[in-house]
């Protein structure tokens, strides 16, 4: 099974930071990775698939980039909205299989 | 508009089945394409998706969890059901179904509905 690693779990940072999720595949997984935000009590909301599509509506301070093992989703500018949690997601029309997540906080 | 929403039993003894009914409006179940998946969250912690059901009725599973897990659908009814069975403590979970769309992700989801498992 594809195991998803994502660093940091927290990070701290200020609005107007630039800031950056890393998240590792255990073997490749070309560029079928999505990423998702996902605020207290409420549910996911998907962000960007295939690596770097921007998801209809999501602001353009989103951007996502990578392909094999390793991908990176960066917040430009971070907003106070923007301050929540992120997964990253593998998937392959078989299975999805979700990282721990990274926790965005306010520093 | 898509909206799904989650029902079912919020307190389940261990050792009981849990069954969980996803109702959906805005798609149909046998449109080509559609996918129904599942996904639980426990308290603090991280995703897990669970298990997919498609328009044609094929379905997968969490290979970890595919010995408790079953799912099927009601496309009269607009329904698709989730049971697992021998439900534990550590399943104590938020249990989210979502629309899979033609990308393969999950792009509207449930509001989600809290399950405890306690004698």
């Known amino acids: 099974d594809i195991q998803m690693t994502q660093s940091p779990s927290t990070l701290s940072a200020s609005v107007g930071d630039s800031v950056t999720v890393t998240c590792r595949a255990s073997?490749?997984?070309?560029?079928?990775l999505a990423w998702y935000q996902q605020k207290p009590g409420k549910a996911p909301k998907l962000l960007i698939y295939k690596a770097s599509t921007l998801e209809r509506g999501v602001p353009s301070r989103f951007s996502g980039s990578g392909s094999g093992t390793e991908f990176t989703l960066t917040i430009s500018s971070l907003q106070p909205d923007d301050f929540a949690s992120y997964y990253c997601q593998h998937y392959n029309s078989y299975s999805w299989t979700f990282g721990q997540g990274t926790k965005v906080e306010i520093k | 508009q898509i909206t799904l929403k989650e029902s079912g039993t919020t307190l389940v003894k261990p050792t009981q089945t849990l069954t969980l009914t996803c109702t959906v409006s805005?798609?149909?179940?046998?449109?080509?394409?559609?996918?129904v998946g599942w996904i639980r969250q426990p308290p603090g912690k991280a995703l897990e998706w669970l298990a997919l059901i498609y328009w044609d009725d094929d379905k997968r599973y969490s290979p970890s969890l595919k010995n408790r897990l079953t799912v099927t659908k009601d496309t009269f009814k607009n329904q698709v059901v989730l049971t697992m069975t021998n439900m534990d403590p550590v399943d104590t979970a938020t249990y989210y179904c979502?629309?899979?769309?033609?990308?393969?992700?999950?792009?509207?989801w449930g509001q989600g509905t809290l399950v405890t498992v306690s004698s």
């Open positions: 073997q490749s997984i070309s560029m079928w």
């Open positions: 979502a629309h899979r769309d033609w990308n393969d992700v999950f792009d509207y």
């Open positions: 805005g798609f149909s179940l046998s449109t080509s394409g559609v996918g």
